[in-house]
């Protein structure tokens, strides 16, 4: 293996003329911008930021799109890129200004740049995730980033941020000229003196020397030169995936279901394409989008009646094919019942996308069809797995697989149902559960369903609801029915502030207008409008003494009650 020293700016530029490509093993692009600030704050202090892995081959390997545009490349032969893509990718966009495309959408990474960051080491940590692993596998989404100006209880937000280097952009920190634009800084067309005209600093002034440093430090991670390890070129692509799996396992950098489709794909060429095509149809026709990760897990299901990925390596790719054509046949069944016999219309309202997977396998198993007695039984089983968290407590895997293996086993939707009553006890929802519950939870959704069920309308339209309407004004929002801003200057604990009981489900455009507006100003309308229906509907008492801010916890208590019962009459449908 072959070691070479390769600059930044260098292998940003063979990204962009294609002669780094992606295998068809690489999972996609997931990092969040804060990643991406963090990582131009170790560059730009010159530490430790890993090695890269290449495998230089002549050989026809099946290859993925990059999250970052390229270059047509004529030559024949290519560089494939095992280790290193989040970082990569990042310091590509960043560097050429160029967006990435994450789920079939381009958005840009900002990253700021403080112009008067403190001198020595970071003033603030880098934090620390949990080593508790989701057992959801759900991917990092990149349009889901920390919040550079979330609250912080000890130090107010500009003093916090004015403490870094570098800071994930916002509309704030964009008005300050102190924070410059890093895509800004790596551009040639922009002169130091463009940079620093917002700041009226001139060549004389003591501080342009100190901006034009820093800025010039900025601009010298083009030459921070990385480690790039070269696979010999008379590996075979077997060999390479294995390399590819050994080298993220023992970093922990991927998941399981990554390395699994790294296995997959290095015997089944091309399949990456098959998975991600099914993927646009679920999303095109059934609005779910589903990760490829939780298709791999189908596959893995379909092929050995269990979940986890440990023999994926061994199944074969005739077996491996027969199983994606049950998963593909399989899922369709389970998002058709999902939409059409409980009124989930899209993945956003499950607690876990394993409940696709179990719905998946129900059907195949008994050829997809359910007698009445069964579709009402499964039907009752998710509505209480969901609402009672089944998949998301401990090894959801070892849940799965038990699961799973009951339904191999030929038991009912009713021995699961009696499952579910030892895992939990009781299978209904009390008022005090609501507590402190926000949107997070999974009664959430099962109160939109609960509400839906009830037929429940938005306040302006006359729209039922449903996440499927056309137009911005038409999307469906969760609404606090009493402001955030009100309750926070009446001292309500957040907990209270953002509870499930003090959310409805409107348009975004009543959203909108609503703004800061009290109960007791804006229910008055809505009931001349569409009459008191309209808040029966959503379970809003109309007890116009609890519209007052005063009796917050009283509204709170009686909309806890009607919610929880509206719930109940869904989980025992």
Not at 43 to 57: A, D, F, H, N
Not at 306 to 317: A, L, N
Not at 548 to 559: D, H, V
Request: proline share 4%.
């Amino acid at each position: 293996m072959q070691k070479a020293d390769i600059s930044v700016g260098k292998l940003v530029n063979m990204i962009e003329d294609r002669e780094l490509e992606l295998p068809e093993m690489q999972r996609r692009y997931i990092w969040p911008a804060t990643r991406v600030r963090d990582l131009l704050d170790s560059l730009y202090r010159g530490y430790p930021s890993g090695s890269i892995l290449v495998w230089e081959t002549d050989q026809e390997a099946p290859t993925r799109e990059m999250a970052v545009s390229q270059k047509q490349n004529p030559f024949t032969g290519s560089k494939l890129l095992l280790d290193g893509q989040q970082r990569l990718t990042s310091l590509s966009a960043i560097v050429r200004g160029a967006p990435v495309t994450v789920r079939g959408r381009k958005r840009p990474i900002d990253i700021l740049f403080n112009l008067d960051h403190p001198v020595g080491a970071p003033a603030e940590v880098i934090e620390v995730e949990s080593d508790e692993i989701s057992q959801l596998d759900e991917d990092v989404d990149p349009d889901a980033e920390l919040d550079e100006e979330s609250e912080d209880p000890v130090q107010s937000v500009s003093e916090r941020l004015s403490k870094r280097t570098f800071v994930v952009a916002s509309s704030n920190m964009l008005a300050n000229p102190k924070w410059v634009r890093v895509s800004d800084i790596f551009n040639d067309e922009r002169t130091d003196w463009q940079l620093l005209k917002p700041l009226n600093v001139t060549p004389d002034d003591p501080l342009w020397t100190k901006y034009t440093k820093r800025l010039a430090t900025v601009r010298k991670i083009k030459d921070y030169l990385y480690v790039v390890n070269v696979l010999d070129k008379d590996l075979s692509y077997e060999e390479v995936a294995e390399i590819f799996v050994r080298v993220n396992s023992l970093g922990m950098k991927l998941r399981g279901s990554d390395l699994a489709l790294a296995q997959i794909t290095a015997r089944w060429k091309n399949s990456l394409a098959l998975l991600e095509e099914f993927a646009k149809e679920c999303e095109e026709t059934g609005e779910f989008t589903l990760d490829t990760g939780l298709l791999v897990r189908a596959i893995v299901i379909f092929a050995t009646d269990q979940s986890r990925f440990k023999t994926v390596g061994s199944i074969s790719v005739t077996d491996l094919q027969k199983a994606w054509e049950d998963a593909k046949r399989g899922i369709r069944f389970a998002i058709n019942y999902l939409r059409a016999n409980l009124g989930i219309e899209d993945e956003s309202l499950l607690s876990s996308p394993f409940f696709i997977l179990l719905v998946a396998y129900y059907g195949i198993v008994h050829n997809e069809k359910l007698s009445e007695s069964e579709e009402k039984a499964l039907r009752r089983w998710v509505y209480i797995a969901h609402t009672r968290g089944h998949y998301s407590r401990g090894s959801t895997e070892t849940v799965l697989d038990a699961d799973l293996n009951l339904i191999k086993k030929g038991e009912t939707p009713e021995r699961l149902i009696q499952v579910l009553e030892q895992q939990f006890g009781r299978l209904t929802v009390d008022p005090a559960d609501f507590i402190g519950r926000g949107i997070r939870s999974s009664l959430f959704s099962m109160t939109y369903l609960a509400l839906k069920q009830r037929n429940a309308k938005d306040w302006w339209s006359g729209l039922a609801l449903s996440l499927s309407h056309q137009g911005r004004n038409h999307f469906v929002q969760y609404h606090h029915i009493f402001p955030k801003s009100r309750l926070q200057k009446a001292s309500y604990e957040k907990a209270e502030t953002n509870e499930i009981a003090n959310m409805a489900f409107i348009s975004g455009r009543v959203n909108r207008n609503l703004s800061a507006a009290l109960p007791k100003d804006y229910f008055p309308d809505i009931i001349s409008d569409r009459g008191k229906q309209a808040l029966a509907a959503q379970l809003v008492p109309t007890d116009k003494q609890l519209w007052e801010l005063s009796a917050y916890r009283e509204f709170l208590e009686k909309r806890r009650a009607l919610l929880a019962d509206a719930v109940n009459e869904l989980l025992a449908a």
